[in-house]
């Protein structure tokens, strides 16, 4: 019988946190595995995305993997985004399948179509050809590409995720400056709602690319219907819902 344990990279940070909260109150059995102490996870792996067995021994008996842990912006490509989002991801995608996991979740973004985003003002459809902001959302583009050829060539369920924007610490009033953001606005509950239906999903569901943002407050800048068609999944929240007020003060 396959276990039902759930592996969360990136389970100390913004999404991680967010997502382990809500996977325990669903009562699922979850591990974390970050270079930081996950707060209220007891079995919490602490070890880097470079190290190929720590990976491994993190991802042992999990039958879904949740990939959150990155440089979540841009950096420098050869210190960061290479070891990081590179590296890690290809450890990651082998313990995932050595593991004999089932399903495979990857964090991508919305900064994946950037510049049709900032050209068009149609609600932009995961079909529509990749427009990348720079070096991080190019390394996500190959992370959709390299899990496509993962679910193709060893049957894995893989789901990428193009996330909105859910602040980490500072960010806050980046967003409440900008239109198109606060339409773009993640709130960490619809990221943990999020999550928890991109894991639980039918497994028939092969590669799957799917937006992921709270509502909308001026235009829809992402297609949310097939987020809802495939995984059951609607935002609940809007900007700035879940903050707590004095960040933004
Ligand atoms: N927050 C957003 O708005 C947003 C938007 C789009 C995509 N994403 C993606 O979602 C994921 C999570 O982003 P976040 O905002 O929670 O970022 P975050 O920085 O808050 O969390 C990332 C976590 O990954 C861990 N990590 C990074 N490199 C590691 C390594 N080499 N080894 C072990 N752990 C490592 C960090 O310690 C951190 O806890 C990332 O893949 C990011 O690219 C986030």
């Not at 496509?148 to 500072?170: F, K």
Request: charged letters at 20%.
């Amino acid at each position: 019988m396959p276990s039902d344990l759930i592996l969360i990279t990136g389970s100390a940070g913004r999404v991680g946190q967010a997502v382990v909260k809500e996977l325990l109150v669903r009562g699922e059995r979850v591990r974390g595995f970050d270079r930081l102490a996950t707060p209220g996870l007891a079995d919490s792996h602490i070890g880097n995305l470079t190290d190929a067995a720590a990976v491994r021994r993190a991802a042992e008996g999990a039958d879904v993997v949740i990939h959150l842990a990155a440089t979540p912006d841009d950096a420098d490509f050869m210190s960061e985004i290479l070891p990081n989002n590179l590296i890690g991801l290809h450890h990651v995608l082998e313990a995932t399948r050595l593991a004999g996991a089932r399903r495979l979740v990857l964090a991508s973004t919305g900064q994946v179509n950037w510049w049709q985003r900032e050209r068009t003002r149609h609600a932009i459809r995961p079909d529509e050809l990749p427009s990348p902001r720079y070096w991080y959302a190019a390394a996500k583009v190959f992370a959709e590409a390299i899990g496509q050829s993962y679910s193709e060539t060893h049957g894995l369920s893989v789901i990428a995720a193009r996330l909105g924007w859910c602040p980490r610490p500072g960010q806050e009033k980046e967003i409440a400056a900008l239109e198109w953001a606060r339409d773009l606005y993640l709130s960490p509950g619809d990221a943990g709602r999020f999550f928890y239906a991109a894991a639980r999903a039918p497994l028939a569901l092969r590669f799957t690319v799917v937006y992921a943002t709270s509502r909308h407050i001026h235009l829809p800048r992402f297609d949310l219907g097939p987020t809802k068609a495939l995984l059951g999944w609607e935002p609940q929240e809007q900007w700035p819902d879940g903050l707590p007020p004095e960040v933004l003060a």
